[in-house]
């Protein structure tokens, strides 16, 4: 974990503290909380409004001009609640029982698991990434959660205060490789890599592009490379929104971690399964992301 220095490491530890007694306001109250998010977000900020509007437009021209403005309405009801939900992290445990986000196929887990796999479970900035570990760790594996540092080290170390489970092992991006090295050599519990997959590449990571959603888009392939490898079997985990604070996954085979595969057929297979999952419920994926700001004519893959 990145170490600040001692007096922000006491400040984050009483914001955390702060947020874990927030986290206990009762639901009613949250959500009229979540409401006047809305409000300040769209209504008064218009946050990233632009963007909003643009990748609606391009993603989904198949949409009414009126139903794009409905999708983006939407959008920004749930960011509003993800928000708060992001909080209640803090006090939530894993639960076999727990109703916040249970598996809709839990065997698929159990059956890896008693067969003692490592596995990759890949999703996307779609529905309430940040409970995924919850499922994950209910199940009786033990985590690998892949992140993108923030810029500021006490951003980044609160963060990780706030998302910290009982095992969870946070990593960075450029650590992943590394982590996984070295997980498949311990002699512990099996462990599930999660890697939220849609995320831009920076410009000299650009190995591969698909069409998604209407347009030309870069992804990471570091997935595919380390499913590879280390002959981990892949799964996409998709998600239904039933209510504030209530979700179901849905976990789809992608690899079996043993059988031939092309370059690439991993990662398209995993952006086809996402693409379907965006035009089920576009409301649900992060559309205030500046998703696209490269163009593959400008970038050409590597010879």
């Excluded at 969870?168 to 991006?173: F, G, V």
């Amino acid at each position: 974990m990145t170490q600040p220095g001692k007096l922000n490491q006491i400040l984050a530890t009483i914001i955390r503290a702060i947020l874990w007694l927030f986290s206990w306001l009762p639901g009613f109250l949250m959500k009229f909380i979540s409401l006047l998010i809305d409000v300040l977000l769209f209504g008064l900020c218009g946050y990233r409004s632009k963007v909003v509007k643009e990748n609606i437009s391009k993603s989904l021209p198949g949409l009414s001009a009126k139903e794009q403005q409905k999708v983006a309405r939407k959008f920004y009801q749930h960011f509003s609640e993800l928000f708060l939900e992001t909080i209640l992290i803090i006090r939530l445990k894993p639960n076999r029982k727990s109703r916040r986000m249970p598996f809709a196929n839990p065997e698929m887990l159990s059956q890896s698991l008693e067969q003692k796999q490592n596995i990759i479970i890949l999703t996307g900035h779609y529905g309430n990434w940040e409970w995924i570990p919850l499922p994950v760790l209910s199940s009786g594996y033990r985590l690998l959660g892949v992140y993108k540092p923030q810029s500021s080290r006490f951003a980044d170390y609160l963060m990780q205060k706030i998302r910290h489970k009982p095992g969870i092992e946070l990593i960075s991006m450029k650590e992943t490789v590394r982590a996984v090295s070295g997980a498949q050599n311990e002699d512990s519990a099996p462990f599930a890599l999660l890697l939220i997959g849609d995320q831009t590449p920076a410009r000299v990571d650009i190995r591969f592009w698909t069409t998604f959603l209407n347009q030309e888009t870069a992804f990471f392939t570091g997935a595919e490379l380390i499913a590879r490898r280390y002959h981990l079997p892949v799964y996409y985990l998709d998600q239904v929104k039933h209510g504030f604070g209530s979700y179901e996954a849905l976990l789809t085979p992608i690899y079996d971690g043993v059988s031939p595969t092309a370059d690439g057929d991993i990662t398209r297979t995993y952006t086809r399964l996402l693409e379907d999952s965006i035009r089920k419920e576009p409301y649900l994926w992060l559309w205030s992301h500046r998703r696209w700001k490269y163009h593959k004519e400008e970038l050409p893959l590597p010879s």
